[in-house]
């Protein structure tokens, strides 16, 4: 028979469980099945990545959902993937080719993408390997990579369909550039920083007269790009000069003042400086006003011919040398300090430059509208709910996106020129041969690739075979739910949606789940620099996976992000110790415990009180935890399954059904209740397994494994007949090959719940927690005796302690233990606690009378804290008018109780002094 080792070594049995699952399939969906689908498609990490908290986090979840709906019966589908990251995975290999002494630019497009693959082959699956470490319970026959044969197919077939119905154009508009990266960035991918700057006010001599005016800049560089000033048509202090002409310093070009609502008079002077091929706002200026657009800028941030003695200058070093000339010119009127957002590249945090330039764009706004309404009327819904202002805001003040990026690595537009005509030719398949207008053999590719995110935002079909009609596509399409962070809603969830419905006519997933950042334990970013950076890696290896699943999820409150720390780490792993140990003492203790005897029906009336109790709690916690799931409110599922586990059964239930398990020479009674201990313990410890699976799935198995070991076989024997449903749930479960796939605990049986058991039981507990305070604070040690008087009016409650007087002896070390109406006896000097209405007295040396003096002091003024809470709460009128009535009058209750329970503490005291 397989035993628990003594201690849980996480390491062995996590490479053991993993490989098993895997290699029986037990991860793999089944496009032809008569269940009902659950999908999720995960979003895809970057092949540069390796798994951080936020990954552990997310997966983690994801994992729960999807582990949980496998065990519910559905044909669950969790489909893994990575996404190529044009960006992130282009500047790394840029990275290991410098190292090596060369660049890409050498090496030309073609080999360039060839070494990228090779580095995806050899580094890139790096994330996938340390998800499998995590205990993602992904279909893996189903991966798949955003620039895989078939992905691309898919994004060069939208492409061309938006094209062909004219949402998808080239033009030269304003953009954001990366000098370092030298591509486009979307609006999503630039990432603002308010930074501490300056406000240099230039003095523009007028063309006529000796006079001049003071524009305010904080880009003193671009004033070389300027072709206009401009005033806010309502400010009378310039209405004099709209019309005329200043002289830009430096390069001498006479620059006409004109009128434009768009200036505010409050800023600077009131006056500004027009850089249309500079400022996105100066571009739309500049429309309105024909202005000329100059460019003055390099690719690189360099500055090109057009800025004169400046030419070849970097754009920092430019502005230095221009603001020295400036000054010996005395053309700066003053500097002023000035906060502003400064936007970065959000891939390699360097400042961006507006910047014309020639790009594909897609037109949003006829593409927004349905995925507006498909919120608006609950077709997807976000959880936290609030996350839905952050999804409308960026809809409804949508831009056309920008969809080149000036990068060898990625999707390559599938457009090609004429060199005869210069018609576009796009193509979703086959290269052209030749051009469809004029027939010319010439064509050259668009030299760009697409954003990483054009691809992304098609994930949820393309990875089931889209534009092919597939049978996965069929299935799992929608997908269930989303589970990612709300820094990607407007980057990738708000496309998707626009995407499926433009191509699939549905919403992508039914539901969006946004999980909690993590922070480490003071709320700060974890980073390099700062040094407070929690591998996950490092975590798995020291306290198991299981561990930090258990730490996520507790922590994974809705609306709140998550400070993590060892010292949280340290408190899960001592839960999954705790589980260890008391499985282990069950199995030991259960040997002996037959099929037969376990599948004979449980009858409530032939049960002791902890055993009807435990069955009571036990069919609530399941409830508790059904509803908790429902709702993804992950740390009440774990909080509640922590105090079960824990309290109710170790600290509780295992503790007083001992001397049942250890008892020799027992009448055939007596060995029937402790038959009646052992299939509890045993069901219970089964069901457990079911439901911490889905969080934390190896210890489970190991554990889970060993009760299947035992009672699998014979459960086949025994006719349904002759079990009760919890007894039934029990052996059905342990007909499958893995607790994975065994079936969900949805429910126990309504039978075993009962308000008086678990009053009377919470009666008793409260006593002996009384007891153990009492002795606890006065510092007496456990192996000492010592005498117990308890004593109540109520002759229900003496009847109850009186008949669970073992319950007392065998958990706490009594000498002489007497339950009564009054305490009738002298007592030169005891401790005193109470209970409701009943006082428990423990007779102590004289010696210890000014410690118990203390206790009690602090005792009565914790209970008048928690009186004042209680009467403000039921003064406040907003609480009276919303909370229900039942909870009104328990609150009345709890304030009537404590003020009848410090009333008898004051009088003790009284009596002590």
């Given at each position: 028979?397989?035993?628990?080792?003594?201690?849980?070594?996480?390491?062995?049995?996590?490479?053991?469980?993993?490989?098993?699952?895997?290699?029986?399939?037990?991860?793999?969906?089944?496009?032809?099945?008569?269940?009902?689908?659950?999908?999720?498609?995960?979003?895809?990490?970057?092949?540069?990545?390796?798994?951080?908290?936020?990954?552990?986090?997310?997966?983690?979840?994801?994992?729960?959902?999807?582990?949980?709906?496998?065990?519910?019966?559905?044909?669950?589908?969790?489909?893994?993937?990575?996404?190529?990251?044009?960006?992130?995975?282009?500047?790394?290999?840029?990275?290991?080719?410098?190292?090596?002494?060369?660049?890409?630019?050498?090496?030309?497009?073609?080999?360039?993408?060839?070494?990228?693959?090779?580095?995806?082959?050899?580094?890139?699956?790096?994330?996938?390997?340390?998800?499998?470490?995590?205990?993602?319970?992904?279909?893996?026959?189903?991966?798949?990579?955003?620039?895989?044969?078939?992905?691309?197919?898919?994004?060069?077939?939208?492409?061309?369909?938006?094209?062909?119905?004219?949402?998808?154009?080239?033009?030269?508009?304003?953009?954001?550039?990366?000098?370092?990266?030298?591509?486009?960035?979307?609006?999503?991918?630039?990432?603002?920083?308010?930074?501490?700057?300056?406000?240099?006010?230039?003095?523009?001599?007028?063309?006529?007269?000796?006079?001049?005016?003071?524009?305010?800049?904080?880009?003193?560089?671009?004033?070389?790009?300027?072709?206009?000033?401009?005033?806010?048509?309502?400010?009378?202090?310039?209405?004099?000069?709209?019309?005329?002409?200043?002289?830009?310093?430096i390069l001498n070009r006479p620059l006409k003042i004109i009128a434009d609502d768009f200036v505010q008079k409050s800023f600077g002077t009131g006056l500004v400086k027009v850089t249309p091929a500079h400022d996105p706002n100066d571009y739309l200026i500049g429309k309105r006003h024909q202005l000329e657009e100059i460019n003055i800028l390099e690719p690189d941030g360099r500055i090109n011919?057009?800025?004169?003695?400046?030419?070849?200058?970097?754009?920092?070093?430019?502005?230095?040398?221009?603001?020295?000339?400036?000054?010996?010119?005395?053309?700066?009127?003053?500097?002023?300090?000035?906060?502003?957002?400064?936007?970065?590249?959000?891939?390699?945090?360097?400042?961006?430059?507006?910047?014309?330039?020639?790009?594909?764009?897609?037109?949003?706004?006829?593409?927004?509208?349905?995925?507006?309404?498909?919120?608006?009327?609950?077709?997807?819904?976000?959880?936290?709910?609030?996350?839905?202002?952050?999804?409308?805001?960026?809809?409804?003040?949508?831009?056309?996106?920008?969809?080149?990026?000036?990068?060898?690595?990625?999707?390559?537009?599938?457009?090609?020129?004429?060199?005869?005509?210069?018609?576009?030719?796009?193509?979703?398949?086959?290269?052209?041969?030749?051009?469809?207008?004029?027939?010319?053999?010439?064509?050259?590719?668009?030299?760009?690739?697409?954003?990483?995110?054009?691809?992304?935002?098609?994930?949820?079909?393309?990875?089931?075979?889209?534009?092919?009609?597939?049978?996965?596509?069929?299935?799992?399409?929608?997908?269930?739910?989303?589970?990612?962070?709300?820094?990607?809603?407007?980057?990738?969830?708000?496309?998707?949606?626009?995407?499926?419905?433009?191509?699939?006519?549905?919403?992508?997933?039914?539901?969006?789940?946004?999980?909690?950042?993590?922070?480490?334990?003071?709320?700060?970013?974890?980073?390099?620099?700062?040094?407070?950076?929690?591998?996950?890696?490092?975590?798995?290896?020291?306290?198991?996976?299981?561990?930090?699943?258990?730490?996520?999820?507790?922590?994974?409150?809705?609306?709140?992000?998550?400070?993590?720390?060892?010292?949280?780490?340290?408190?899960?792993?001592?839960?999954?110790?705790?589980?260890?140990?008391?499985?282990?003492?069950?199995?030991?203790?259960?040997?002996?415990?037959?099929?037969?005897?376990?599948?004979?029906?449980?009858?409530?009336?032939?049960?002791?009180?902890?055993?009807?109790?435990?069955?009571?709690?036990?069919?609530?916690?399941?409830?508790?935890?059904?509803?908790?799931?429902?709702?993804?409110?992950?740390?009440?599922?774990?909080?509640?399954?922590?105090?079960?586990?824990?309290?109710?059964?170790?600290?509780?239930?295992?503790?007083?059904?001992?001397?049942?398990?250890?008892?020799?020479?027992?009448?055939?009674?007596?060995?029937?209740?402790?038959?009646?201990?052992?299939?509890?313990?045993?069901?219970?410890?089964?069901?457990?397994?079911?439901?911490?699976?889905?969080?934390?799935?190896?210890?489970?198995?190991?554990?889970?494994?060993?009760?299947?070991?035992?009672?699998?076989?014979?459960?086949?024997?025994?006719?349904?007949?002759?079990?009760?449903?919890?007894?039934?749930?029990?052996?059905?479960?342990?007909?499958?090959?893995?607790?994975?796939?065994?079936?969900?605990?949805?429910?126990?049986?309504?039978?075993?719940?009962?308000?008086?058991?678990?009053?009377?039981?919470?009666?008793?507990?409260?006593?002996?927690?009384?007891?153990?305070?009492?002795?606890?604070?006065?510092?007496?040690?456990?192996?000492?005796?010592?005498?117990?008087?308890?004593?109540?009016?109520?002759?229900?409650?003496?009847?109850?302690?009186?008949?669970?007087?073992?319950?007392?002896?065998?958990?706490?070390?009594?000498?002489?233990?007497?339950?009564?109406?009054?305490?009738?006896?002298?007592?030169?000097?005891?401790?005193?606690?109470?209970?409701?209405?009943?006082?428990?007295?423990?007779?102590?040396?004289?010696?210890?009378?000014?410690?118990?003096?203390?206790?009690?002091?602090?005792?009565?003024?914790?209970?008048?804290?928690?009186?004042?809470?209680?009467?403000?709460?039921?003064?406040?009128?907003?609480?009276?008018?919303?909370?229900?009535?039942?909870?009104?009058?328990?609150?009345?209750?709890?304030?009537?109780?404590?003020?009848?329970?410090?009333?008898?503490?004051?009088?003790?005291?009284?009596?002590?002094?």
């Amino acid at each position: 028979m397989t035993v628990l080792s003594k201690r849980y070594a996480p390491q062995a049995i996590e490479a053991k469980w993993y490989e098993f699952w895997e290699s029986h399939n037990l991860f793999r969906a089944d496009a032809n099945s008569t269940r009902p689908p659950f999908s999720i498609a995960i979003p895809p990490p970057n092949i540069t990545g390796i798994l951080h908290m936020g990954h552990a986090l997310n997966n983690t979840l994801q994992d729960v959902i999807i582990r949980q709906r496998r065990m519910q019966g559905y044909n669950s589908l969790w489909l893994p993937g990575t996404d190529h990251a044009g960006i992130a995975t282009q500047n790394v290999v840029e990275r290991h080719l410098l190292k090596e002494g060369t660049q890409r630019q050498e090496l030309g497009r073609e080999k360039f993408v060839e070494r990228v693959w090779q580095w995806r082959e050899k580094y890139g699956r790096t994330i996938t390997r340390q998800l499998r470490r995590l205990g993602a319970s992904c279909d893996w026959s189903r991966e798949r990579f955003t620039m895989d044969e078939g992905l691309s197919r898919a994004v060069r077939t939208v492409f061309k369909r938006l094209y062909d119905e004219g949402l998808l154009y080239k033009g030269s508009y304003i953009i954001n550039w990366c000098p370092r990266c030298l591509t486009a960035l979307s609006e999503d991918e630039v990432e603002y920083e308010d930074m501490q700057g300056k406000l240099w006010y230039i003095k523009y001599p007028l063309a006529e007269g000796r006079g001049f005016i003071s524009v305010a800049t904080t880009r003193p560089e671009t004033m070389l790009g300027d072709t206009a000033v401009a005033a806010n048509p309502a400010d009378d202090r310039y209405k004099h000069l709209l019309g005329k002409f200043a002289i830009l310093p430096i390069l001498n070009r006479p620059l006409k003042i004109i009128a434009d609502d768009f200036v505010q008079k409050s800023f600077g002077t009131g006056l500004v400086k027009v850089t249309p091929a500079h400022d996105p706002n100066d571009y739309l200026i500049g429309k309105r006003h024909q202005l000329e657009e100059i460019n003055i800028l390099e690719p690189d941030g360099r500055i090109n011919e057009n800025g004169g003695p400046y030419c070849g200058l970097d754009r920092y070093e430019c502005r230095k040398k221009l603001l020295e000339d400036l000054e010996a010119q005395q053309l700066i009127e003053k500097v002023e300090a000035y906060v502003h957002a400064v936007g970065h590249c959000y891939r390699c945090e360097t400042p961006i430059e507006p910047y014309i330039s020639l790009q594909w764009f897609v037109r949003m706004k006829p593409l927004v509208e349905p995925a507006i309404r498909a919120v608006e009327q609950g077709e997807v819904r976000f959880i936290p709910k609030n996350w839905e202002n952050t999804y409308f805001h960026w809809m409804k003040n949508v831009r056309d996106w920008c969809i080149s990026r000036q990068l060898w690595w990625g999707h390559r537009i599938p457009a090609w020129y004429c060199g005869e005509c210069e018609h576009i030719e796009v193509s979703a398949d086959e290269v052209p041969a030749r051009c469809s207008r004029c027939g010319a053999a010439a064509l050259r590719q668009d030299e760009d690739v697409l954003d990483t995110w054009f691809s992304s935002a098609l994930w949820p079909f393309s990875t089931l075979g889209w534009p092919e009609q597939t049978r996965d596509l069929q299935t799992f399409y929608p997908t269930s739910v989303l589970v990612t962070g709300h820094e990607i809603i407007f980057f990738w969830v708000a496309r998707m949606v626009i995407m499926g419905l433009k191509f699939m006519g549905a919403v992508p997933f039914r539901e969006v789940y946004i999980n909690p950042i993590v922070f480490d334990e003071h709320g700060k970013k974890m980073s390099k620099t700062k040094g407070n950076i929690i591998d996950p890696i490092d975590i798995i290896e020291t306290y198991g996976t299981d561990s930090l699943r258990l730490t996520l999820c507790a922590y994974a409150t809705q609306g709140r992000n998550i400070n993590i720390s060892l010292k949280r780490l340290e408190g899960y792993r001592n839960f999954t110790n705790k589980l260890w140990n008391a499985a282990r003492f069950v199995l030991m203790n259960t040997a002996n415990l037959s099929a037969e005897a376990i599948a004979r029906p449980i009858n409530r009336k032939e049960l002791l009180l902890e055993d009807r109790w435990i069955l009571s709690v036990y069919s609530r916690m399941v409830e508790s935890v059904n509803a908790a799931l429902k709702t993804y409110d992950f740390d009440v599922v774990v909080h509640t399954l922590y105090q079960f586990v824990w309290h109710q059964y170790c600290d509780w239930y295992l503790e007083l059904v001992k001397p049942r398990l250890y008892s020799q020479g027992l009448t055939a009674t007596q060995e029937q209740s402790r038959c009646d201990a052992q299939r509890i313990l045993v069901l219970i410890l089964e069901g457990l397994c079911r439901l911490l699976n889905p969080i934390i799935p190896f210890i489970t198995e190991e554990i889970w494994q060993i009760i299947r070991e035992r009672y699998a076989s014979a459960g086949t024997r025994l006719s349904a007949e002759q079990k009760g449903r919890l007894v039934h749930q029990f052996f059905a479960a342990l007909q499958k090959e893995s607790v994975m796939i065994a079936d969900w605990l949805e429910s126990i049986d309504h039978q075993y719940v009962h308000e008086g058991d678990e009053q009377q039981m919470s009666l008793i507990q409260e006593v002996i927690y009384c007891i153990r305070n009492i002795r606890g604070e006065m510092n007496i040690p456990p192996s000492m005796a010592t005498d117990v008087y308890i004593t109540t009016e109520d002759a229900s409650r003496r009847s109850l302690l009186a008949s669970r007087e073992t319950y007392l002896k065998n958990l706490i070390n009594v000498n002489t233990l007497e339950i009564r109406e009054r305490l009738d006896i002298s007592l030169r000097f005891a401790s005193t606690g109470v209970v409701h209405d009943i006082e428990i007295t423990i007779p102590l040396p004289e010696d210890l009378r000014a410690q118990e003096l203390a206790r009690l002091r602090k005792e009565i003024t914790k209970m008048q804290t928690q009186e004042i809470s209680l009467t403000k709460k039921l003064q406040n009128k907003k609480f009276l008018a919303k909370a229900p009535a039942a909870v009104i009058t328990a609150q009345k209750s709890k304030l009537e109780q404590l003020q009848l329970e410090r009333s008898k503490l004051e009088s003790k005291l009284q009596q002590i002094q």
